[in-house]
């Protein structure tokens, strides 16, 4: 059976000081985990939490990646620089990358490829806002979404990691009851399997709101094999709690 994974994304927030505070309380913690586990951070602690972690059995994730290899891109991140800091998973299309960034569904899925290329797992973040909900479009939008990825990924969409995160639970408090989540998940893994007899090994996360309190009814869902946690993941009691609830 395969493990449930728990990654935490810790957005903008973060210092070096609260970066080894937070990665020690974790690595104290987690024992003998059921799950694995991942921590996406900012860029400029990669190399930092990659120390803290070694030997922890916890993965470092970035945020974000370019679309670009290399060149005049200033700002930009290349997912060779990532794989040359060990660097295991990368977010794309993140709802707060599409938001406030203006990535398009094309984008999203050239930066899956750049990071399947340099052998790191993407982590594709799909989910409808709460106008979208309320029309009936969630199906619609987040199948648009991944459709994008698999078309320019073909054979190795077997490779990444999908995160369902219906925009309006993140960082509202709101949650999708885990029945509404698990019917999600059952559109994105039927998705899936027509695109690669290996779509039951992909990893479909849900993130929007997970927390300590909800993290086990969720993760019981067939079809949910994991969470991607936002706020809870910088309070190492609350990730913790969510991380013994996984398998």
């Given at each position: 059976?395969?493990?449930?994974?728990i990654?935490?994304n810790?957005k903008?927030?973060?210092s070096?000081?609260?970066?080894e505070?937070?990665?020690?309380a974790l690595?104290?913690?987690?024992?003998?985990?059921?799950?694995?586990?991942?921590v996406?951070v900012?860029s400029?602690y990669?190399?930092?939490?990659?120390?803290?972690?070694?030997?922890t059995?916890i993965?470092?994730g970035a945020?974000?990646?370019s679309v670009?290899e290399?060149?005049a891109?200033t700002?930009e991140?290349?997912a060779?620089?990532?794989?040359d800091?060990?660097?295991?998973y990368?977010?794309?299309g993140?709802s707060?990358?599409?938001?406030?960034h203006?990535?398009?569904?094309?984008?999203?899925?050239?930066?899956?490829q750049?990071?399947?290329?340099a052998?790191v797992?993407p982590?594709?973040?799909?989910?409808?806002t709460l106008?979208?909900r309320?029309a009936?479009?969630?199906?619609?939008v987040v199948?648009r979404?991944?459709a994008?990825?698999?078309?320019?990924?073909g054979h190795c969409?077997?490779?990444?990691?999908?995160?369902?995160?219906?925009?309006?639970?993140?960082g509202?408090?709101?949650?999708?009851s885990?029945?509404?989540?698990?019917?999600?998940?059952?559109?994105?893994r039927a998705?899936?399997?027509?695109a690669?007899?290996?779509?039951d090994?992909?990893?479909?996360l849900?993130g929007?709101?997970?927390?300590?309190?909800n993290?086990?009814q969720?993760?019981?869902q067939?079809?949910?094999?994991?969470?991607?946690v936002?706020g809870a993941?910088?309070k190492?009691a609350d990730?913790?709690?969510?991380?013994?609830?996984?398998?």
């Amino acid at each position: 059976m395969k493990k449930q994974l728990i990654a935490g994304n810790w957005k903008m927030n973060g210092s070096l000081v609260t970066n080894e505070a937070l990665v020690n309380a974790l690595a104290a913690g987690v024992g003998s985990a059921q799950c694995q586990i991942a921590v996406c951070v900012p860029s400029p602690y990669l190399a930092q939490v990659r120390g803290l972690v070694s030997g922890t059995g916890i993965d470092v994730g970035a945020q974000d990646v370019s679309v670009h290899e290399s060149g005049a891109y200033t700002g930009e991140v290349s997912a060779g620089m990532l794989r040359d800091f060990g660097v295991r998973y990368c977010l794309v299309g993140h709802s707060e990358r599409r938001q406030y960034h203006g990535e398009t569904d094309a984008v999203v899925a050239d930066k899956a490829q750049r990071a399947l290329a340099a052998g790191v797992t993407p982590i594709v973040c799909v989910g409808e806002t709460l106008a979208e909900r309320e029309a009936g479009r969630t199906e619609e939008v987040v199948k648009r979404q991944l459709a994008a990825v698999v078309h320019t990924n073909g054979h190795c969409i077997s490779e990444i990691v999908v995160a369902y995160e219906p925009v309006w639970a993140i960082g509202t408090g709101k949650t999708a009851s885990p029945e509404e989540a698990q019917q999600v998940h059952a559109v994105l893994r039927a998705q899936l399997r027509a695109a690669t007899p290996k779509a039951d090994r992909v990893l479909i996360l849900y993130g929007g709101s997970m927390n300590a309190a909800n993290a086990a009814q969720l993760l019981s869902q067939p079809d949910i094999d994991g969470g991607l946690v936002g706020g809870a993941s910088l309070k190492p009691a609350d990730f913790l709690s969510i991380i013994a609830a996984a398998h």
